[in-house]
């Protein structure tokens, strides 16, 4: 079911939001105190334990060298403009579509925090079930998925499309992680007042 958010409801009561920062060299400096629940949600539990994440280098958790990039490009904008930015992304689950946002604010000695607003989530129709195989060379992927729209692309077109569109059939469909060149053209947007 559909959870729009209400004007008058703050979005940390309505949905989960979860805050990280990072320090000049991107390594995490800190966790929202809700980070261990929402990685329990995510089934992370284990491997995102705040013991095994604060101190570490941010891209340890960022599974492709596109996406990698893609956001150290993001922090050095950020800290460069000195400004709050902020645009929109996609983090689904198997079961839900969720529209997410992700805000970058800079604040001193160049640590960055970035903040994901969950700001509404609706249901597939059919679960999709995509596993990550970035981290494997031998695994053979089927598509490549954008790590901010979530669509995704068959290994040899050319054509991007939502991520339900795509019959995934039974099992799991394996893919790669990168950014495609619409959110890699994306503008990030100036916000006046922090939320
Ligand atoms: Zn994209």
Same mark, same amino acid.
């Given at each position: 079911m559909s959870q729009p958010v209400t004007e008058n409801q703050s979005l940390e009561q309505a949905l989960e939001t979860v805050t990280l920062t990072v320090d000049a060299d991107n390594y995490i400096l800190s966790l929202s105190s809700n980070w261990e629940a929402v990685a329990a949600a995510g089934n992370a539990a284990d491997s995102l334990a705040c013991q095994k994440v604060i101190?570490?280098?941010?891209?340890?958790? !960022? /599974?492709?060298d596109t996406t990698r990039m893609y956001v150290e490009t993001c922090l050095k904008l950020c800290r460069l403009k000195k400004a709050t930015l902020f645009r929109p992304y996609r983090c689904d689950s198997t079961t839900h579509k969720r529209f997410m946002e992700l805000q970058l604010t800079p604040l001193d000695n160049q640590v960055v925090e970035m903040k994901h607003f969950l700001l509404k989530q609706e249901p597939f129709e059919t679960p999709l079930h995509f596993e990550d !195989? /970035?981290?494997?060379?031998?695994a053979l992927p089927q598509l490549l998925r954008c790590s901010m729209c979530n669509k995704v692309r068959p290994i040899q077109g050319d054509h991007w499309s939502a991520?339900?569109?795509?019959?995934?059939?039974s099992g799991s469909t394996p893919v790669i992680h990168t950014i495609c060149p619409d959110c890699n053209g994306m503008v990030w947007q100036k916000r006046s007042r922090p939320r």
């Open positions: 101190g570490k280098p941010l891209h340890e958790f !960022i /599974s492709s !195989i /970035s981290h494997d060379a031998h991520p339900e569109h795509y019959q995934t059939g």
